[in-house]
């Protein structure tokens, strides 16, 4: 590597809600992000153009958009059937954008990064599923170590790391504390196994991250944001400091990693998105139904096999502990009866379009003949349809305020040519996150109640930032995340650019971390 091309260590600081980043770098309970922020620069991020906004981490990792990379969620239909799989990252359609880096020569670290893809054959070190709450490895069970020898050196570091993928909810002052301390042993955990990492193996390019900001944001949110409908000034009270705790030991772990790096590295903390209210859980279906574009069998017709399954799910989620849930989820075939249980009890020949398993967007999928089993919807339909369905979710209202519930609707087909032939939804309905989806005006039904049964209070803002400093970065002189903006198919080719390797990726680098003068290490 030439020396200009010093080293890049990027601390992934997952879910950290910037205007609570903001608070805390104007309070100094944030020190080290602070001093980043002033010693060079910060730049907001803007979600996937696409609009397909669950999809952040996967377009931060490839530099690429759905239509693209082609991985709406950790769960996909099976093309060609109503069958709903679990979703490995080395199924994603792209490669991580350090994949170049290793096409170039240079060495990378990469571990706990969520929904990223193994890279076979890079050259360097890959962690997935150690320290990560990544439903795309944690589901299955399943830890990967490249080269294998990694392995060991994190036990080493970290004899016995705790594993937080699909925690209960708490529901008492108690079991809140407990869960807070519990992510707090874990920050600790991983800055223990990344500066095991750091010190080595030998690397170009580190990225670590730290998934316990968002983790702790679904769950904790309305105990620190009194604006919340559902926060207790009571119940905050008796648990005390929850995310902001959280987040100023995710600060003090990186700060302790910055002292391991190579003189003259460039840093950066980086996240693809932050934390708000929990606006709204998955109503598509409902409203599918209510309009009259989907229909259930009826009452006991799913078959015995599913609904003795569905029976076996309901009682083992209420008295088998999640641990055990887990493990025997993991050895189940994930491609039998447990993948048709999510809709086996859509009545096919009655539905139009039918909603597939989403996150804070909805995905519509329209039953096409010739593309579904059991298609009831010619393809000289599928466009009159698909404007039906968009104008019945652009019309939907906040019963209580009149104001529109829907931001926007996403047509893959506009962008593809015509309809997704594999797992992609016809519709992504991106939902506006301004009020809670509790009571909506439907057209032609009127005022219709929806349910919310996600227990997390807390559901991503649309909206990243990347904060660096080092040689070549210049020094901004007051902490701040700015206003300065890019988009999440930004960074990779930034980070890119700053180690001298040029891809074809669709994103730009961001100037505002390639010129100006240095501002020094940033070891203290």
Known sequence: MSASAAPVAVFGFDAADAPLVERGLAEGWLPTLRRLAAEGGSALLDPPPSGFYNTSWIATVTGRDVFEHRCVLDRELEPGTYRILDRHPDAIRARPFWAHLSDAGLRSTVASIYSAPTVPGLLGTQVHGWGAIDPFTAKFGTRIFDPPETERLLARAVPSRQQLYRTEAPTSAAGYRAYRDRLLASVEEQTRGLAALLRETRWDFFFGSYGEP??????????????????????????????????????????????????????????????????????????????????????????????????????????VPTGVRLAIRARLPGDGLVAERPLAHVDWARTRAFALPSDMTSAIRVNLAGREPQGTVGPGEYEALCDELEGLFTGLRHAASGAPAVERVVRP???????????????????????????????????????????????????????????GIAAAGTPGLGTVGGSLLDVGPTMLALLGVDAPLPGRPLERFLGGRGAGALRS
């Open 413 to 471: 087909a506009a962008v593809l040519g015509g309809p997704p032939r594999d797992s992609l939804p016809d519709l992504c309905v991106v939902w506006a996150d301004t009020e809670p989806v509790r009571r909506l005006e439907v057209p032609g039904i009127g005022s219709r109640s929806v349910a919310f049964a996600d227990p997390r209070t807390g559901q991503h803002r649309h909206v990243g930032f990347l904060t660096g400093a080092g040689p």
């Open 214 to 319: 968002h983790h702790g944001g679904h769950l904790l949110w309305h105990l620190a944001d009194p604006s919340h409908d559902a926060h207790d000034p009571a119940l905050a009270a008796a648990v005390g400091e929850t995310i902001t705790a959280v987040y100023a030991a995710v600060d003090a772990g990186i700060g302790r990693l910055l002292e391991l790096v190579p003189a003259g590295t460039r840093c950066f903390v980086l996240t693809p998105h932050g934390m708000q209210p929990s606006y709204v859980d998955e109503p598509a279906e409902e409203i599918l139904e209510a309009c009259g574009f989907l229909a259930r069998r009826a009452p006991g017709s799913a078959g015995t096999a599913a609904r003795t399954l569905d029976a076996g799910f309901r009682l083992a989620r209420a008295l």
